[in-house]
């Protein structure tokens, strides 16, 4: 792989991390405000009286939203916050005043950030599948005059040990190696 | 004169300024010929250092050729090429009789507020916080150097800038990481970061003679770097930090950890990560220890832990009863320059290591704030920056 299209692919491996971590993180917010404010809530989504519901998805929220921010591979968690995404928009389309303007703007947003989640998804998976872009090759920079096997303990036959930093005899190797060649 | 100048989280401007001058008789002025920005930098840049004022001159990893020097001054004269180590030393008090130069007594000239906020005070630095000082830095066309007759490092052979330049800082860091460890050659050396002090912490271990190294980090390109200089490497995003130490190691763990990380682990590595940065969010604590802590459970028994990277206030959740019940030893500290330069400088002379191997990007002066981006978001394969003024 060129330089160039290394940057190009890593940038855009940084890009979906950065897209991922933006969506845990709004996970997370929307979550947090379920769960201390439901009342709120199910009154803009037009829900109220599921106030326990909305709470109960405020945590789902919460959930996926840590994982997607915690986990090595957030491609499954934010599978989850899709699957999410559609259990919200059969809700709301259900509720009661579903067919007033604001409710259809809001299953537009709900709409519009599954789509995002998808995608995101999406891209982490291919990450996943293709494994991470070659990283820019450093191999030629050894440092050191001869293979690091060749170099192992060269510094040892001339290096004095400050006493202030030497290991206490009891916490020293078992059985004794020879500590100095 | 033109320098680099702090003025906030993440807002670093190349400023006119101006020209330094002698205060001391034991000062010196140096005209810098190479300067580089460091790990500890970005501390600065994100703005988790206390204690730094807008304006503040940035750098400490510095070398260039001395333009004038103070009446007291008979070491130096001018003209000498020197490599300016970070910390700042008087060379007389207690503790630098001793050797532990990074705890000078006498060159903080903020000593009052550093007492209030350790204890007692450290050595002055290039470059940082007012806690250390308040000395302007190295990010510049000239540095004036406190008490430049003790630790500057003349260098007289003909090796390039790229090639003792981390004498003042990175180099040593890294080496005096790895003896602090006392490596055996039965030890396993597992070495979190393999940024520029991670990457040096790997070679010397390699030299000290250590049965195998380690280096755990996320950047492809750092764990390259590390695997060409002798280390095994754990990628921490793609695999379990602590199931592959054990794993590496027979179950039983490292026998000596070193933190290269310090207090900005990445912050949705893990879930400790994640609350520390949520506590950082609100003032509850300062740093993100979640190194220290994967050390503690995973070192050895009767182990030892070494940590070159920087911490700077208070940190949360730390595991003390595995430490204390362990019986690990904690070694810690800036490190003390001048006591291994010349060492290191004979080295370098020898060829037995060649520093410059660390250098990917080199600018000029004008191009720092940018190339401070660059370096903390990791982008194009960076991981040292050379500045020429």
């Known amino acids: ?181 | 004169m033109k320098a680099l100048c702090w003025h906030g989280k993440k807002d670093v401007r190349c400023d006119t300024v101006p020209d330094p001058r002698i205060e001391d008789p034991r000062d010196a002025i140096v005209k810098v010929t190479s300067c580089a920005i460091c790990g500890s930098d970005l501390h600065l840049y994100d703005g988790f250092m206390m204690g730094m004022e807008s304006g503040d001159i940035l750098g400490h990893e510095f070398m260039g050729e001395v333009v004038e020097v103070g009446a007291a001054d008979h070491r130096l004269k001018v003209g000498d090429r020197v490599v300016v180590p970070f910390t700042i030393c008087c060379g007389e008090c207690e503790q630098c009789c001793r050797g532990n130069f990074s705890v000078c007594e006498r060159s903080n000239r903020n000593k009052a507020l550093a007492d209030k906020t350790f204890g007692h005070s450290t050595a002055g630095l290039f470059g940082y916080t007012h806690l250390t000082g308040g000395y302007a830095g190295g990010q510049a066309e000239y540095v004036r150097v406190p008490y430049a007759d003790v630790a500057p490092v003349k260098i007289t052979s003909g090796l390039s800038d790229d090639q003792v330049l981390f004498l003042g800082d990175i180099l040593p860091t890294g080496w005096q990481a790895a003896v602090q460890c006392d490596i055996q050659p039965t030890d396993t050396v597992a070495i979190w970061g393999a940024g520029p002090v991670g990457q040096f912490a790997v070679r010397s271990a390699v030299l000290l003679g250590a049965k195998q190294v380690i280096a755990i980090d996320r950047v492809p390109e750092r764990l390259g770097m590390a695997q060409a200089g002798g280390a095994t490497t754990i990628n921490c995003e793609d695999e379990s930090v602590v199931e592959r130490l054990n794993e590496l190691t027979g179950g039983k763990g490292p026998e000596k950890c070193i933190d290269a990380v310090g207090m900005e682990a990445h912050a949705t590595q893990s879930l400790d990560s994640l609350y520390d940065r949520a506590k950082q969010a609100i003032m509850l604590e300062t740093d993100r220890p979640h190194v220290l802590r994967e050390m503690i459970y995973v070192c050895r028994p009767a182990g030892t832990l070494s940590v070159p990277g920087v911490y700077g206030g208070l940190i949360d959740k730390l595991p003390f009863g595995a430490l204390m019940n362990k019986g690990l030893t904690l070694r810690t500290g800036q490190t003390h320059v001048n006591r291994w330069t010349s060492d290191l400088l004979r080295r370098i002379e020898e060829g037995q290591i060649d520093p410059a191997f660390v250098v990917t990007h080199v600018a000029a002066l004008e191009d720092g704030p940018e190339m401070y981006k660059t370096f903390r978001d990791k982008k194009d394969g960076c991981i040292k920056v050379v500045l020429k003024p």
């Open chain 1, 1 to 181: 792989m060129s330089a160039t299209a290394f940057t190009r692919t890593a940038t855009r491996h940084r890009r979906t991390r950065a897209a991922a971590r933006g969506l845990g993180w709004f996970s997370i917010g929307l979550g947090v405000a379920q769960v201390l404010m439901p009342r709120l809530v199910a009154g803009v989504t037009g829900m109220r009286g599921s106030e326990r519901f909305v709470r109960a998805c405020g945590v789902r929220e919460i959930v996926t939203g840590i994982g997607i921010l915690a986990a090595r591979r957030p491609g499954p968690w934010m599978w989850v916050r899709v699957a999410g995404d559609a259990f919200d928009f059969a809700a709301l389309g259900n509720a009661r005043n579903a067919r007033r303007p604001a409710s259809r703007a809001l299953l537009a947003g709900v709409a519009a950030v599954a789509a995002l989640d998808a995608g995101c998804a999406n891209a982490l998976d291919r990450i996943e599948r293709r494994g991470r872009p070659p990283a820019r090759d450093y191999h030629d920079r050894r440092g050191l005059p001869l293979p690091p096997v060749a170099m192992r303990g060269a510094a040892r036959k001339d290096f004095e040990m400050p006493p202030d930093m030497a290991t206490p005899a009891l916490l020293a190797p078992w059985p004794p190696v020879a500590l100095r060649p």
